[in-house]
């Protein structure tokens, strides 16, 4: 498979080369250069199978370069077999003809390791066979930090620097990332926000001198090795539930886009979604670009469900760009609009086709609370803010009872503990594997908000930055 830039402007590509350059040189997303599709027998035939098999034939046809089928097949079950549920991404059912799909069995509780556990380890393989370095850069406000340390730790040719705001995160959170002892892994607690720690890495990936030095990358959903492993479960839950011949809806808490974006890919591959809600917290210019064609930032609200508050949702380049027939000039000149101006508009007819696909909503915290209180109350389950946006939103857009809904689970409830007992009045608890993590040492730099600090830092720790060829 090829890949092609949203923008037009940058080199096709294959996977291999893909993976390891993130974003496209020229500010775009890569996309495969056409959609492959599974027949009604090859999406049936998914069905039985153990869920690390599931992966391997649903990413087959999106692989080249150095990467094949074989050595993803390896990967796969590697990464799987760290899930701490024999079916990876369980089923559970929650109502009458309503599931949550449970994404946070992984590592580190939350849905981003089921593709980040897969990423950090094709990355070492590809490197690995290159005789190559990277760096991975990021900031985090709580979730993508412990599961992008936990993908990279231990791997001699990845050094991984996560940017945090000194004591504004939760301390399960700043936890499971400064409680991991490996020489590869840098905790930097910045004295600022977390809009600083994102201004800082933006200025250092922003010196292309140094990024070409430190060779950085980043594994956030920009990356389409990101966004692949993801599509797996929406085939895997629609089989289990009857597909190909019955159809399924699913309900996604939206931040990024990236998780939808899988959504929408794994129907055109052929999986049975008759819908897809997208569901924000009160961050939503992804549904309000949904429902009016408009895409404005906003300023950023912070909400029970962190995960979310996002003022940009990146992913949402890859529709546009079909929205717009795969006219990557139009795609290019309407994001070069919206990167000065901060809103671009997309004629409404140009968003009829989603129509037969995506609902979209919006869910306050106040809901959130109560439709947490509720399920506790009527099913005794407790789930996390960002699963019951999703859950909230899929009952509300609900149009056919006989159609099975599946809100997809992303966090585990006790990585969200006080707002959980808030709004049910029981503390979950963290599983075995995670419960002397307040017992364990931290390492941690703390570092003052200011660039040439944590440059300096980053410059010094990387091996990248002494292997420049
Ligand atoms: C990242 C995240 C989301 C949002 O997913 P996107 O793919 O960015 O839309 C939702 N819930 C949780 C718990 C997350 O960590």
């Not at 406000?141 to 050094?159: F, Q, V």
């Not at 949904?290 to 003022?311: C, F, K, N, R, Y």
Request: proline share 6%; net charge negative.
């Amino acid at each position: 498979m090829k890949y092609v830039s949203t923008r037009g402007e940058a080199p096709v590509l294959g996977f291999d080369d893909v993976l390891l350059a993130g974003l496209a040189r020229d500010g775009g997303l890569y996309v495969p250069e056409s959609w492959p599709e599974l027949s009604p027998s090859e999406v049936a035939d998914l069905s039985g199978r153990p869920y690390a098999e599931v992966a391997t034939l649903v990413m087959a046809p999106f692989l080249g370069g150095g990467i094949d089928e074989e050595m993803v097949a390896g990967i796969v079950a590697e990464a799987y077999a760290r899930f701490r549920h024999p079916a990876v991404v369980p089923l559970r059912q929650v109502g009458d003809n309503e599931w949550v799909l449970e994404l946070f069995h992984g590592p580190t509780l939350a849905f981003k390791d089921v593709a980040l556990q897969v990423l950090g380890r094709l990355f070492d393989a590809e490197l690995t066979r290159r005789s190559e370095r990277l760096t991975i850069l990021g900031a985090t406000s709580g979730d993508t930090g412990p599961a992008a340390i936990e993908a990279c730790r231990d791997r001699h040719t990845l050094d991984v620097f996560i940017l945090h705001p000194a004591g504004r995160i939760s301390e399960v959170q700043r936890r499971q990332m400064t409680t991991v002892a490996s020489d590869n892994v840098h905790n930097l607690a910045v004295e600022g926000t977390f809009d600083d720690c994102q201004d800082l890495v933006k200025a250092i990936f922003g010196d292309l001198a140094l990024r070409e030095r430190l060779r950085l990358s980043a594994v956030n959903s920009i990356n389409w090795a990101r966004v692949l492993p993801q599509v797996v479960y929406y085939l895997a839950a629609a089989v289990a539930l009857g597909g190909p011949s019955r159809p399924v809806s699913f309900s996604v808490p939206t931040g990024n886009f990236g998780n939808a974006l899988a959504g929408w890919v794994a129907r055109q591959m052929g999986a049975p979604i008759s819908r897809l809600v997208v569901a924000s917290n009160r961050n939503d210019i992804a549904t309000r670009f949904l429902t009016t064609g408009v895409m404005e930032l906003q300023q950023v609200h912070p909400t029970t469900s962190p995960a979310m508050d996002i003022q940009v949702s990146s992913n949402l380049e890859r529709l546009l760009f079909e929205l717009l027939d795969r006219h990557a000039g139009d795609v290019a000149h309407l994001m070069a609009e919206f990167g000065t101006t901060g809103r671009m508009e997309v004629p409404l007819e140009r968003l009829a086709p989603l129509g037969d696909l995506f609902d979209t909503t919006r869910v306050d915290d106040e809901t959130v609370a109560r439709a947490m209180g509720e399920l506790y109350a009527a099913s005794g389950h407790l789930v996390d803010p960002h699963t019951a946006v999703g859950l909230t939103a899929g009952r509300t857009c609900r149009r056919d009872p006989t159609v099975p809904l599946v809100a997809m689970a992303t966090a585990h409830p006790a990585k969200f503990p006080d707002t959980v007992e808030a709004a049910t009045g029981v503390r979950p608890e963290l599983p075995d594997h995670l419960a002397d993590l307040y017992d364990r040492p931290e390492r941690c730099t703390t570092l003052p908000c200011d660039l040439a600090a944590v440059r300096d830092y980053v410059v010094s720790n990387a091996r990248a930055a002494g292997h420049t060829g």
